[in-house]
């Protein structure tokens, strides 16, 4: 059993904690990196944690089995999620594609409120390139993508964007490469950020295809002997 932040407290201290703040707090531990890849869930223990039985704990891990974030398998138990290196550069791949579907259209749909948002997610990740935190960096960089897309009104293509993101997050990618390359994909992020706000849908799409190419060569050469990566016969499970 991994060291676990603080959860936040039940909303009833009375009734403790009800499935769905159990499905929130796993969900927020593994998308921020809190339980890396391959991270064992022993059902006994969360329940114990959040002082509850074993099934709340089992039926909110079945959901995450649904959105990709955990695994199953036969006589070993639950675990976060491992992607094969090539499962994440096809990963990589997919969110590029829905990504730039969806700013086609978020452009002339974006408002003073989208522009807000995207302004304030790009202003916390120069906060933290300038302060080195490469977790902060990765958190807030999805943050700004999603915050692009999601005036586009695709509801169901951007839910399918989030659930590619969700998947690579266990990874934590962004944590795992070098400060000058966070630099150089920030400079992307401010050249699209530009596009947005002045309404410019092709400068957006091409500073997006730029950044993507750049984007999926960092990703390739992320470290392969530090546990992040499934080996590709690790498909067994159930």
Do not use: C
């Amino acid at each position: 059993m991994p060291r676990l932040p603080d959860l936040p407290p039940a909303a009833d201290p009375r009734r403790g904690y009800t499935q769905q703040e159990i499905l929130t707090a796993l969900r927020q531990l593994i998308l921020d990196g809190n339980l890396p890849p391959g991270t064992g869930l022993p059902l006994r223990e969360f329940a114990k944690l959040f002082d509850v039985s074993a099934i709340p704990v089992r039926e909110s891990l079945q959901t995450l089995i649904g959105e990709g974030l955990v695994e199953h398998r036969a006589n070993f138990g639950y675990t976060v999620t491992r992607l094969t290196a090539g499962e994440l550069r096809e990963l990589y791949v997919v969110r590029e594609r829905l990504e730039s579907v969806a700013l086609a259209a978020a452009v002339p749909r974006a408002g003073a409120q989208d522009h807000q948002a995207a302004t304030d997610a790009h202003a916390r990740l120069e906060h933290a390139v300038l302060h080195d935190d490469p977790a902060a960096y990765n958190r807030e960089s999805r943050t700004f993508h999603l915050a692009l897309t999601r005036p586009s009104g695709m509801a169901r293509l951007v839910h399918m964007l989030e659930y590619a993101w969700n998947i690579t997050e266990p990874v934590q990618p962004m944590v795992h490469v070098s400060a000058a390359d966070r630099a150089v994909l920030h400079a992307d992020h401010s050249r699209q950020l530009a596009a947005f706000l002045s309404g410019d849908a092709d400068a957006l799409l091409a500073a997006t295809e730029a950044h993507h190419a750049r984007l999926n060569g960092v990703v390739a050469g992320l470290p392969t002997d530090r546990g992040l990566f499934a080996d590709p016969d690790e498909h067994d499970i159930e």
